[in-house]
């Protein structure tokens, strides 16, 4: 049974299981449509919601906010048979419409992508956007898309590069051949803007390489199936290996937005033959493991999978699962957003080798990237001097922080004293 939601018939309120925190109605609902299908029980809860007095501009902001908009609206409307108010019904359908319109150009610029850099003999696998809606959903419409993510690997980044940019597709960095090259070698995506104005994002990695946190491209690369889609052949990660993907991305982020929880809910419930001996492996090899457990966990408590057999082990041996889970459930159902502090802490917590968690601090803390390199221009013999330039501003970052704080408990001791010295 979901974590999430109980009923206090004495209160009236819906407390969320996650130390018996309220949540709203119309958080509620929107967890409840945020799958490819309702289940009885969530349509039963759904249906009762209906009766209280819903913020209708609340839910529609949540929903935005999660990008589930999409979702809310087809299940409001086909399954719940929802009666938006008049004032909103006509703009939320035209949001609903413009949302499958951009999913038909993002589907158009992909199938242009891939035969493009296909045709170069570079090997191309989507990776979420339209692809991950309809092989989820069965309707690219149903999940809402802002860019495209295009999976390559690292050998082939430059030469995708340049024939993106001989496409007339725009170079979204800008970078000296010195710098791009060094980019390259420590991040993970480099964006492009379409002709038709869609973002794209060519990734070789999921993270940056300062996240100390590497899958053996070697073996997902090998595990690649193809993927009708569209009437089209492509290529696709095998489940195992998206699952993973999909975890470390969600928890890069911190799980700031429900529609990367949906996506690991539909792929888990969809794949009743995943194999979780792989998937547990390769986490534990890239130091992701508490990470993919996290993600797993956070399905079960906000949107109601089960926990696989095989992970419930695993989750009695590592408690801060649950401790960071409950924390990430708490700040959702309130709609916080973590401080530049707390995010990173978060970080070094969902890691579960203390190795891993100093290399990160060591190369977050010294890797020179493009803002580096914009604020003064070095010859390439005096490259190395853009981590020191990194490092000093990490410090004044933490010196900007603790200016905000520190100022306020020196006045507060300065007080005590005064109180002490001259005070009655």
């Known amino acids: 049974m979901s974590a999430l939601a109980t009923y206090s018939a004495s209160s009236g309120d819906r407390t969320a299981g996650i130390s018996g925190l309220p949540i709203s109605p119309e958080l509620e609902l929107l967890l409840a449509c945020a799958r490819r299908e309702v289940k009885e029980d969530r349509l039963r809860c759904a249906l009762d919601l209906l009766d209280h007095s819903l ?3 609340l839910l529609l902001e949540q929903a ?3 990008h589930l908009f ?4 087809w299940h409001g409307k086909a399954t719940l048979k929802l009666g938006f108010p008049a004032e909103m019904a006509t703009k939320v359908e035209s949001q609903f419409r ?3 319109a ?5 589907v158009q610029d992909l199938t242009d992508i891939v035969d493009l850099l296909g045709r170069g003999g570079i090997s191309v696998v989507p ?7 309809e092989s989820l959903y069965g309707n690219a419409a149903l999940r809402e898309c802002v860019d495209l993510d295009i999976l390559i690997r690292r050998r082939d980044v430059p030469e995708a590069i340049r024939t993106l940019i001989s496409a007339g597709y725009m170079d979204g960095k800008q970078l000296a051949p010195a710098q791009r090259n060094a980019y390259i070698a420590t991040q993970y995506e480099y964006p492009f803007l379409s002709p038709n104005g869609i973002l794209v994002e060519l990734q070789w990695r999921i993270v940056p390489r300062y996240f100390s946190l590497a899958l053996n491209e070697e073996q997902y690369w090998n595990r690649i199936q193809p993927l009708t889609l569209w009437g089209r052949e492509m290529s696709s990660l095998s489940r195992e290996d998206l699952l993973l993907f999909l975890c470390i991305h ?3 982020h911190g799980w700031e937005k429900l529609i990367w929880l949906a996506d690991v809910a539909e ?3 969809s794949s009743p033959h995943l194999d979780w001996d792989y998937v547990l492996d390769q986490a534990g090899r890239a130091g992701a493991l508490r990470i993919t457990l996290l993600g797993v966990v956070l399905a079960n408590r906000l949107l109601g999978i089960a926990i696989p057999p095989d992970l419930k082990h695993l989750l009695a041996r590592d408690r801060a699962v649950e401790q960071i889970s409950n924390g990430l459930a708490r700040d959702l159902v309130r709609g916080e957003r973590p401080t530049y502090v707390k995010s990173q802490l978060y970080l070094l917590r969902v890691r579960e080798r203390w190795q891993d968690k100093l290399r990160y601090v060591f190369r977050f803390t010294c890797t020179a990237t493009p803002m580096e390199w914009g604020m003064v221009d070095l010859p390439p013999s005096m490259s190395v001097l853009y981590r020191f330039l990194r490092v000093l501003r990490g410090l004044g970052k933490a010196l900007s922080i603790a200016g905000h704080t520190v100022p306020r408990l020196i006045k507060s001791k300065i007080a005590v004293l005064l109180g002490q010295c001259f005070g009655r």
Do not use: D, M
């Open 55 to 57: 913020n209708w501009s």
């Open 127 to 133: 990776f979420k956007g339209p692809t991950l809606a």
């Open 98 to 100: 413009a949302n499958a």
């Open 267 to 269: 792929l888990v419930i």
């Open 70 to 73: 999409s979702l809310f609206y």
């Open 250 to 252: 969600g928890g890069k």
């Open 64 to 66: 935005q906010a999660h």
């Open 102 to 106: 951009r999913s038909l150009l993002l």
